[in-house]
């Protein structure tokens, strides 16, 4: 079943996305019954769809998925597509071509954060695996905040649709203006990655909004963070999420604790295996074949290399951070998150990013950006952070300098960006 017979049998006549002008369940089916019949020539074609609008957007998805052979999401529309895949709305074709036979592949492409971004292919059923059901979820009013050309703004669509909830665009703009929209539009669920969390509370505005459903997804979910906004919103159901675009959708923590319970190790779990290697790499071996492209990650097993490292503590298995994101001190592995954590442990950070200089005698040095309350001496604050890091790191790990700024920006799918900095940033 694709996504718009899912819609049409569930039959719901709420409002489906809310905009300048609100679009209705019903309304939105019919314009993509009527999308279907003004492209025929695009049946069974491999097409690409990048995002402007999102009613728009989910239009396109409802009247191609289980029309066209494939969809490809382009997060940007200059990242390269294969050769028979065409660009809609800008291409189109003349030739109606013979019904569909097979399931629509779904294209996704990953970050690149780590390399040139490819695309990983997924069914609806896989997508819409996560997808919940219920009086509840049905009466929540979603923000989407990330792009749903990306796998994480995907989720957040489905979900809302699948649901019957109500979904507005809230992808675009600084923290103070996606605030006063949610505000506005009486927002009740939100997912977002920490680095946008921290943004919305640096606003002092977040406490406003009637919050029922927290998400975090996307980097790291530190401990003071899920204890900010536990004591914010003690009603609120508050999860964090791990979901990778390789491996499609992961698994969900709703204890309010960092990490995950060391228990779901090598057991089934959210319909995912899970294991820890020598290296402490953390490894999934989801319940579909995982991409040819990535065939080169997989063990023989069926297990998929994440790419994150991880510790066990106790009962909990704790994120160290990328493997790729490594700095390297005299020999000494840092981890950048793993001081960031530590840095927004202390009560006037907001926002702390941390990187590698390089160093002709230690290879590299560890540098770290943070955001501070307003109206505190700032020399005064990093004689603090320093005797704070002191106590909880171990030397090689400690910040050669801190740098106080303004703020720290992030990539279009909201997480911090992790490329090398060539120079820092002026105080």
Request: with cysteine; proline share 5%; glycine share 4%.
């Amino acid at each position: 079943m694709n996504l718009l017979q899912r819609l049409q049998q569930a039959n719901y006549h709420s409002t489906a996305i809310s905009a300048d002008t609100d679009i209705s369940y019903p309304q939105l089916i019919s314009q993509a019954q009527q999308l279907r019949q003004q492209y025929p020539a695009l049946q069974n074609q491999a097409i690409a769809l990048s995002y402007n609008d999102l009613n728009a957007f989910t239009c396109a998805l409802l009247a191609f998925d289980g029309w066209c052979s494939a969809l490809y999401l382009l997060p940007d529309n200059n990242l390269e597509l294969p050769e028979q895949v065409i660009r809609w709305p800008e291409n189109t074709v003349s030739e109606t071509a013979a019904p569909v036979t097979t399931a629509t592949l779904w294209h996704l492409a990953t970050s690149g954060t780590t390399g040139t971004p490819k695309w990983i292919a997924h069914s609806f059923t896989s997508l819409s695996r996560a997808a919940k059901t219920s009086v509840q979820s049905a009466a929540l009013r979603w923000a989407l905040c990330y792009q749903p050309t990306r796998f994480a703004g995907l989720q957040v669509l489905l979900q809302s649709l699948l649901s019957g909830a109500v979904i507005t665009d809230c992808s675009s703009g600084d923290a103070q203006q996606r605030i006063s929209l949610m505000q506005l539009l009486a927002i009740t669920a939100i997912s977002a990655t920490p680095s946008l969390w921290r943004q919305l509370l640096m606003t002092g505005q977040l406490s406003t909004l009637p919050l029922q459903q927290i998400t975090l997804g996307g980097e790291i979910a530190d401990q003071s963070l899920l204890d900010t906004l536990a004591a914010l919103f003690p009603a609120s159901r508050l999860l964090h999420i791990y979901a990778s675009t390789e491996a499609g959708v992961g698994f969900a923590v709703a204890d309010k604790r960092a990490g995950f319970p060391a228990s779901w190790l090598n057991q089934y779990h959210s319909n995912l295996f899970l294991k820890v290697d020598a290296n402490q790499h953390l490894w999934l071996k989801p319940p579909q074949p995982t991409a040819p492209l990535l065939a080169s990650a997989v063990d023989s097993d069926g297990y998929l290399d994440s790419g994150d490292l991880v510790t066990i503590v106790q009962d909990r298995v704790v994120f160290l951070g990328r493997a790729s994101g490594v700095i390297n001190v005299g020999g000494n592995k840092v981890h950048p998150e793993q001081v960031e954590q530590v840095l927004l442990q202390h009560p006037v950070v907001r926002q702390a990013k941390v990187y590698a200089k390089a160093s002709s005698v230690l290879g590299q040095l560890v540098i770290a950006d943070i955001v501070i309350d307003t109206g505190i001496d700032s020399k005064t604050v990093q004689m603090q952070l320093l005797l704070h890091c002191q106590q909880q790191l171990e030397r090689y790990q400690l910040p050669t300098r801190l740098n106080i700024v303004s703020s720290i920006a992030t990539n279009a799918t909201g997480k911090l960006s992790r490329k090398t900095n060539t120079k820092e940033p002026h105080e």
